[in-house]
């Protein structure tokens, strides 16, 4: 399995607990879309990725960031770049 990989399986195991509707993940699956989440989620479940991750996710960033895939790439440049 590939760090991606291992991101990705992170990940979606972070969104599991804030997927009430049971979404099929993908890396194509749209936070606001697809998961019908709203600002208050979205905000539990950025500081749980950071907690997990050790990463500091910018509003910035969050805003460009509307998929699963779109989360992880963000999440490796994050881990990758602090090391």
């Known amino acids: 399995m590939t760090d ?9 195991g972070l969104i599991a607990p804030f997927n ?3 979404v099929a993940l993908t890396e194509a699956t749209s936070f606001a879309g ?3 989440w709203d600002s208050l989620i979205v905000m539990d ?3 749980s990725v950071e907690d997990e991750f050790d ?5 910035n960033m969050q805003a460009d960031i509307e998929t699963v895939g779109q989360l992880v790439d963000a999440v490796e440049n994050l881990v990758h770049d602090g090391e």
């Open 45 to 47: 479940f950025v500081a």
């Open 20 to 22: 009430k509707k049971g």
């Open 34 to 36: 697809d998961l019908e």
């Open 4 to 12: 991606r990989e291992e991101t990705f399986a992170k990940v979606v």
């Open 55 to 59: 990463i500091l996710i910018t509003m």
